[in-house]
């Protein structure tokens, strides 16, 4: 109450404007920067929720992993959303409420259109697009996952921050307009043109031109609205609790006008050895590295503000936040601009190294700098409570908090970095990140409550009297207030109000004229370029995607999957030797939007088509873990009527999608790796280990298989050791089909069919057994393991040979063998051969093939039971009904006993 | 095309670099605002003090 009515005395005073020059003070709208300074304190609170839970799910697959709204990818999209908006849009616009009138010296343009704004940002925005993300409503392109119709909202929002904010600074003489005002106008104005571009043209342009406008607004978001804003507070908070004026205005000008003409030009470095032209993503590099040099400019100048003033920094709450916010801002743009460069990003790009970066920008210099102006803004607000030792406490907490997840996630970039280059199986890099996940699990407590601690000390403590900034803010000194030395009126040009201002030349030059010529230059230009490739290369028989791919499409965009899996292989050698050809502009042509993605915790999925069977993935789609034990992907399972043998429509049209990946390509054959411009040519032609990174793990090459037989298994000497490596190697990748205990009865075995074979219940000649592993059995679910290492082959090899059946010598006597070859020859020769190799004549046409009795023993049980029962999902039909019980002994024996260790298969030429 | 901004903004700033050292009236000029900031800062304080 008495907040309110000190409130109304401060806007009695304040209502009246006078001219430009007037003595009496514009109105400052205290109340709307409280709503929305809690706005952004509950909304922060809220977003860092979500980050806890998605980073919690990364640890536990299985956490809240029921329900369709709370899936992984969901949380990630209003995770991030939510900071953008809900924290730091609020913060900004809290900033702007007090700034402006001290910039301008006029108010905000209405106080009934900051309501508006409050009401539309919070409650048409943010709000309402967290719900339709969990509603399964939203985009799956980064910093744009609030679906179409809140865009349409957050568009109105900047136009109407426009008139609020912008309009005021558009009648200030030139030479009189601070660098925090000209970032304010700089950065509305580019995002009011950047924002729906960057949401709307990727749905409107397909695949690799709609990348292109992607990664621009990519780093947009980051450049030109956070930055901007947050630099704003930086430029205003120093000099004002320092009480000394900023080091060089000339240099923060220099600055702002590199920071708007260079950032834009940054985006398409999300998309370095993509199939967006070369000449593009060169530019973006050299930007890149560009904006470094500026960045240093912005802090240098800034850093020197604070020189003489190290005491303030130490005592002075608000200003400790923006200092670290600083410092923040330099280490990040530093990292950026390396980590553009092209032998940096084909190490750590896709890798958590990029999920460090970004928290460091968004929290170490954007939520810092945010807070620190809050903080400043709430010392100076009549009637606020503010309680510094909260204060105090937030910033330690938020600083080790932050420290700990950027040193973790840095180190666990590197650490995957190396593992995908190393040739190691996918999964072995998932692995060897729970340790690096946890860290990252514990690091989020301190932050989130680091934050509260920050909106407890804008609730608590002493009120503020009507004093100034300087007089209430803990710790800060009583210095002389900046001098103007040397500076006269006379030698001053103090220029006339002017619709030619500074304000117009900012607004039209750095926040119009550098939108369209990043658009034109990283956008349109490259878009073009596409299209005339597309033109020439594409194969006429391309064919778009079926309805149900579509949606299979829509639910894969929708669930988050892009997220983890990204769905380009990009023109490096260690991409093309995991997955397979690099992904081609014309590939794309019907992607609406664009899922390229630019993280990868699960595997790429550009190549899918004809990878796996439907049933591993219906199986994989419902319970990750079952045919991928140490997988940490959420399970789908309400996408299943109860089982994964029981698809729901959703599930059936997603695995359709997932088996269209690629599949243009494959069709296309040679024709379709025509298109690899000569710069990535260069690219692929360099083998990676002449870079100085060495390979790790000892390999069988692809080209010396197709020359022999794999012999990993019969080369390898019965070793003890080996067998407890086999049982690792056999326990994180076979078990979940073939169960723990090898007895075929794994999670995924419901779901698979046919069903995952029981090791121990047959022999395996050691050539076929090694097949198997290499090749996988076309038709089941059982894929290749080309991806693991002769040792762990070996290794596995011989784990199976350790449990699997002992080989039955058995004998026959004449008349029963006479008996049982004409049983055989009655009834089993058309499939499985003459001579029982599986080569029948109906063989061919048959998957899985029919069993090759040579090189496979079954065990009399289950010889005995597959006789009885057929094999589900395969050929083989139950005989129980068409063979009497003697005929079918007969037949058991009789096929036991053409087994002979492979040696008539490797005696065919 | 990249590499001929880069260039042209180069040499712009450069441009301005030059300016700014061989015209004192131009650096006085541009370094204004800081103090203007200031003193109305100042001014709303002594406002609210008041």
Redesign the interface.
């Known amino acids: 109450m008495i907040d309110r009515q000190m409130n109304r005395n401060q806007y009695a005073a304040n209502t009246k404007i006078v001219g430009y020059r007037s003595a009496e003070?514009p109105r400052?709208d205290y109340d709307l920067i409280r709503w929305h300074g809690h706005a952004a304190l509950i909304t922060v609170l809220i977003s860092a929720l979500f980050g806890i839970l998605v980073a919690t799910k990364f640890n536990f697959p299985v956490f809240m992993g029921g329900h369709a709204w709370e899936t992984w990818g969901k949380l990630r999209y209003n995770h991030t959303q939510g900071i953008f908006f809900g924290w730091l849009g609020n913060a900004f616009i809290a900033f702007c409420y007090y700034v402006v009138?001290?910039?301008t010296?006029r108010p905000a343009t209405s106080r009934r259109l900051g309501w508006g704004i409050f009401w539309l940002w919070n409650f048409v925005v943010v709000l309402p697009g967290w719900v339709l993300v969990c509603a399964g409503f939203s985009q799956p392109l980064e910093w744009a996952e609030f679906p179409l119709i809140v865009d349409l909202f957050v568009v109105l929002a900047f136009v109407l921050m426009l008139v609020q904010f912008v309009k005021p600074f558009l009648r200030v003489p030139a030479?009189?307009?601070?660098?925090?005002g000209w970032y304010i106008v700089g950065g509305l104005v580019f995002t009011t043109f950047a924002y729906p571009i960057g949401n709307l043209v990727p749905e409107l342009l397909p695949g690799a031109k709609g990348a292109a406008f992607s990664g621009l607004w990519i780093h947009d978001a980051v450049g030109l609205f956070v930055t901007p804003l947050a630099l704003s507070m930086a430029y205003?908070v120093i000099?004002?609790a320092t009480?000394k004026?900023?080091y060089?205005?000339?240099i923060s000008?220099?600055g702002f006008?590199?920071l708007f003409?260079?950032y834009p030009?940054n985006g398409t470095h999300h998309y370095v050895y993509s199939a967006i032209p070369m000449?593009?993503q060169?530019?973006?590099i050299?930007?890149s590295i560009?904006l470094g040099l500026d960045v240093i400019l912005v802090v240098t100048n800034l850093l020197l503000s604070l020189r003489g003033s190290s005491d303030k920094v130490g005592a002075d709450i608000p200003l400790r936040f923006i200092w670290f916010g600083v410092v923040a801002y330099l280490l990040v743009s530093l990292q950026g601009s390396v980590q553009a460069i092209m032998p940096i990003n084909r190490f750590i790009h896709f890798s958590d190294w990029v999920i460090g970066h970004s928290h460091l920008a968004m929290i170490g210099f954007a939520s810092f700098t945010a807070a620190g102006a809050l903080a400043h803004i709430w010392s100076?607000i009549?009637g606020a409570r503010f309680n510094a030792r909260a204060m105090g406490w937030a910033f330690w907490l938020l600083a080790i908090g932050l420290g700990l997840m950027v040193v973790d996630l840095t180190a666990a970039g590197l650490v995957e970095g190396q593992m995908w280059v190393s040739r190691a199986p996918w999964i072995d890099s998932v692995r060897a990140m729970y340790p690096y996940w946890f860290t990252r699990l514990v690091s989020g407590i301190p932050i989130i409550a680091g934050f509260l601690v920050f909106w407890i000390g804008l609730l608590t403590g002493p009120r503020n009297a009507?004093?100034?900034?300087?007089?209430k803010t803990p710790g800060a000194a009583q210095s002389n207030?900046?001098?103007?030395e040397?500076?006269r009126s006379s030698?001053?040009?103090h220029g006339t109000p002017s619709i030619l201002g500074y304000a117009f030349v900012i607004a039209f030059v750095a926040g119009f004229g550098f939108f369209v010529?990043s658009f034109v230059?990283l956008g349109i230009?490259p878009a073009r370029q596409l299209q005339a490739e597309i033109d020439r290369t594409a194969p006429r028989s391309m064919q778009p995607l079926t309805a149900a791919e579509q949606h299979g499409r829509q639910i894969f965009g929708r669930e988050g999957c892009a997220y983890c899996h990204t769905e380009q292989v990009r023109v490096i050698t260690e991409d093309v030797r995991r997955f397979g050809a690099p992904t081609a502009a014309w590939e794309t042509q019907y992607d609406y939007p664009q899922l390229w993605g630019t993280r990868r915790i699960g595997p790429d999925l550009a190549r899918e088509h004809g990878l796996r069977s439907d049933d591993w993935h219906y199986t994989h789609l419902f319970n990750p873990r079952a045919t991928v034990p140490d997988s940490i992907m959420p399970g789908f399972a309400w996408m299943f009527n109860g089982s994964a043998a029981k698809p729901n429509q959703d599930a059936l049209d997603l695995i359709a999608y997932l088996r269209s990946l690629g599949r243009e390509r494959e069709l296309a054959g040679n024709a379709g790796g025509e298109q690899v411009d000569h710069g990535m040519a260069m690219e692929m032609s360099s083998s990676f280990s002449s870079q100085g990174i060495p390979e790790t793990r000892q390999q069988i090459t692809v080209a010396g298989l197709d020359a022999d037989a794999p012999t990993f298994a019969m080369n390898s000497m019965p070793n003890p050791a080996k067998n407890e490596d086999g049982a690792e190697v056999f326990q994180h990748n076979c078990s979940g089909c073939h169960g723990v205990n090898a007895d075929g009865a794994g999670i995924a075995y419901p779901g698979l069919l046919p069903h995952p074979v029981q090791l121990r219940a047959e022999h395996y000649a050691d050539a076929h057994l090694a097949t198997v592993l290499w090749d996988g059995v076309y038709g089941s679910s059982m894929p290749a393991w080309r991806q693991l290492d002769k040792a762990d082959l070996e290794a596995v090899t011989r784990y199976i040979q350790s449990f699997e059946a002992k080989v039955t010598t058995v004998s026959m006597s004449p008349q029963d063998r006479d008996a049982a070859s004409k049983i055989y020859a009655a009834n089993c020769v058309s499939c499985h051969g003459d001579h029982g190799a599986g080569d029948g004549a109906a063989a061919g046409a048959l998957k899985p093939s029919p069993v090759n009795f040579q090189v496979r023993q079954p065990s009399a049980e289950k010889a005995w039971s597959v006789l009885e029962q057929g094999i589900a999902g395969s050929t083989m039909p139950a005989w129980k009904s068409r063979l009497s019980e003697g005929e079918r002994r007969l037949l058991v024996r009789y096929v036991q006993s053409m087994y002979d260790d492979g040696q008539k298969e490797s005696q065919r030429p | 095309?990249?590499?001929i901004?880069?260039g042209v903004?180069t040499a712009i700033?450069a441009g301005?670099?030059l300016f700014?050292a061989f015209r004192p009236?131009f650096?006085?000029?541009?370094?204004?605002?800081?103090?203007?900031?200031?003193k109305?800062?100042?001014?709303?304080?002594?406002?609210?003090?008041?």
């Open positions: 003070l400052t009138p001290r910039l010296n030479g009189e307009l601070y660098v925090s205003y000099p004002v009480r004026p900023i060089s205005h000339f000008m220099m006008w590199l003409f260079i030009l000449s593009a060169r530019g973006a050299v930007a560009y100076n009549p009507l004093a100034s900034a300087s007089a207030p900046g001098s103007e040397g500076i030698d001053v040009l010529l230059v230009v | 095309m990249i590499n901004i880069v903004i700033a301005f670099l700014w009236s650096r006085k000029w541009v370094e204004q605002p800081k103090y203007k900031m200031l109305e800062e100042r001014r709303f304080s002594e406002d609210q003090r008041n």
